[in-house]
């Protein structure tokens, strides 16, 4: 699927990835749940995420956080505020430790917590979508605290593109999975 570029490309996509991640979820095993998640012998995954997430709580909870940040972002200036997208003391060269401050503050956070508040957020991520025209969001310069982007690539990176982030982590780990399982009963 090609990235959204109208309003209704867009709620299809997150609705559309939404329902992908949650039927990829449910079809998780018991083992597959259970086991930490570990990439740290797949060479190609450099990327912090690929450590920092030990589990699909980690995950839920990474794209609820980012939920978060955009409908503060939006709220707040329509409100008659104005705020960065990622908060202070935050930037995009370190939203990398936001993430870590993300994962930390939620480690007491339930499994069945985190479905209920990514739930929620998507579901008010979508509302908020919807209150705007297909030209509010995806034409450039509408929105001065956009910045030099359009408020839709927002919504989309925070959905679509977002569950789609967490399908393919998802599905490294129910791939490495049998790998490590066989590794560990060779020893």
Known sequence: M???????????????????????IAGLTEQELETPFDFSDEAKKKEAHWNRDKNLRDIL??????????????HADKNGGSQ???????????????????????QDTSLDDAKHLLQGSHAEV?????????????????????GGSTLGSYFVSTTSSH???????????????PKRNAAHRSK
């Open 163 to 177: 569950y789609d982030w967490a399908m393919k982590k998802l599905k490294a780990h129910k791939k490495i999975l």
């Open 126 to 146: 979508l509302a908020l979508a919807e209150t705007f025209s297909n030209e509010e969001l995806f034409s450039k310069g509408v929105y001065k605290w956009v």
């Open 2 to 24: 090609s990235r959204p570029t109208t309003k209704t490309d867009l709620l299809t996509a997150a609705e559309t990835n939404y329902e992908k991640l949650n039927a990829l």
């Open 61 to 74: 909870i990474h794209l609820y956080e980012w939920h978060q940040l955009l409908l503060n972002w939006v």
């Open 84 to 106: 960065p997208f990622i908060p202070k003391p935050y930037n995009w060269r370190t939203y990398g430790e936001m993430n870590v401050e993300f994962w930390k503050k939620h």
